[in-house]
C-alpha cells in the first residue's frame, strides 16, 4: 500500500518538478533562489481556488466564462466597502457579491435553456459594462495597505489551505458534488434515475461561487488595487485556470482532484515564469501552453486507452 502510495505520489509531482528542472537547467541563476520557489508556489494560489470554482459547471458540461468579469466586479464592490468597513468589508463585499452574481448567471442559465456558452458571452459584456458603471471616474479602486495582508505570505497560504480542505471536503463527501460528477458521466441516465438536473447545474455555479468570492479577495490584496475591464477582456483571467483545471481532471486518475487542479496551475505558472525568463515574447506564451495542453491530453488520452485494453 506504501508503495503504491509513494508511487502515485511520485506520478503527481513529476510534471511540475520536470518543468522546473528544465528551467533550471536553462536559467539557473534565476531558478536557483529559494525566493524563486516561494514565487512559484504562490503565485498558483488564485489560479487554483478560480480552478475549485469551475470545476462542477466544467465536469456537468457548462462553459463558463463570465467568471473573469464576476471576479472583477466583485473586487471593485469588496474595494468600495472596504473603505466605509475595513478588511471585513472588503471580504464581506467579495464573497456576498460573488455568490449573487452567481445565483444570478445560473438563474438566467437555468430559464434561459439555451447554450451555457451563448448566454456566458453575453453576460461577461453586461458584467464588464456594470463594473464600469460601478467604478465610475476612478480607473483603478484601491485598498489600504492594512486590508491587504491576504495578498502576502502567510495570509495567502492561510486562505488558501482552508479553501483547499473546504474544496476537498464538498468534492469528496456532499450528494452535490456525486450529482455532478454523474451528471458530467452521463446526463440521461442521471435524469432517469430522478435527479433533478437542471438544480444540480444551478448550484454548480452558486457553491462555484463561493470560491471565486475567495479569489476576488485574493486577486485585489494581492494587487493592491483593481480597475474594470471592457471589450470581453476579462474573459483572459479564465484562461490559465481552466487549463489548470483541465490538467487536474486528467491527474485525477491519480490523486485527488484539489491536489491535481493546484498542480495544473503550478506547473502552467512554471511555463509562463519560465517563458520570461527566457527572454521570450509574450506572445509565446500562448503557443507554448497550446502545445503543452496537447501534450498532456494525448498522454492522458493513451493511458485512458491503455486501461480500457486492460479492463478488456
Not at 511520485?10 to 536559467?27: A, D, E, T, W
Not at 456566458?120 to 453586461?126: A, D, E, N, P, T
Not at 440521461?188 to 457553491?207: A, H, Q
Amino acid at each position: 500500500m506504501l508503495k503504491k502510495y509513494c508511487i502515485k505520489a511520485v506520478g503527481v509531482f513529476c510534471l511540475p518538478l520536470s518543468l522546473y528542472v528544465l528551467m533550471l537547467l536553462l536559467k539557473p541563476h534565476e531558478f536557483a533562489s529559494i525566493t524563486t520557489v516561494g514565487i512559484l508556489l504562490q503565485q498558483s494560489f488564485i489560479p487554483t481556488i478560480i480552478g475549485y470554482g469551475l470545476s462542477w459547471g466544467f465536469i456537468v458540461g457548462i462553459w463558463d466564462f463570465t467568471v473573469g468579469a464576476r471576479i472583477i466586479l466583485s473586487a471593485l464592490i469588496g474595494a468600495s466597502f472596504s473603505v466605509s468597513f475595513g478588511f471585513w468589508g472588503l471580504t464581506v463585499g467579495c464573497i456576498g457579491s460573488s455568490l449573487l452574481l452567481s445565483l444570478a448567471t445560473g438563474g438566467l442559465n437555468w430559464i434561459a435553456k439555451i447554450p451555457s456558452l451563448v448566454i456566458s458571452f453575453g453576460l461577461v459584456m453586461v458584467y464588464e459594462i456594470l463594473g464600469q458603471w460601478y467604478s465610475g471616474s476612478l480607473s483603478l479602486m484601491s485598498l489600504a495597505g492594512k486590508d491587504t495582508f491576504l495578498g502576502i505570505f502567510p495570509g495567502n497560504m492561510f486562505v488558501f489551505a482552508g479553501s483547499f480542505v473546504l474544496f476537498y471536503l464538498i468534492f469528496n463527501n456532499s450528494p452535490f458534488s456525486y450529482h455532478t460528477r454523474a451528471i458530467g458521466n452521463n446526463e440521461l441516465l442521471s435524469k432517469d434515475m430522478g435527479m433533478n438536473v437542471p438544480l444540480v447545474k444551478f448550484l454548480t455555479y452558486v457553491v462555484g461561487g463561493l470560491f471565486l468570492g475567495i479569489a476576488s479577495v485574493l486577486q485585489i490584496s494581492y494587487a493592491g488595487s483593481i480597475g474594470p475591464q471592457v471589450n470581453l477582456t476579462s474573459i483572459a483571467l479564465v484562461f490559465r485556470p481552466m487549463i489548470g483545471l483541465i490538467i487536474g481532471l486528467a491527474l485525477s486518475r491519480i490523486c485527488n482532484l484539489a491536489v491535481g487542479i493546484y498542480i495544473g496551475a503550478l506547473s502552467i505558472n512554471i511555463i509562463f515564469i519560465g517563458i520570461i525568463a527566457l527572454g521570450l515574447p509574450d506572445t509565446m506564451q500562448n503557443i507554448f501552453l497550446g502545445v503543452f495542453l496537447l501534450a498532456v491530453m494525448a498522454v492522458s488520452n493513451l493511458r485512458e486507452r491503455a486501461v480500457v485494453k486492460e479492463s478488456v
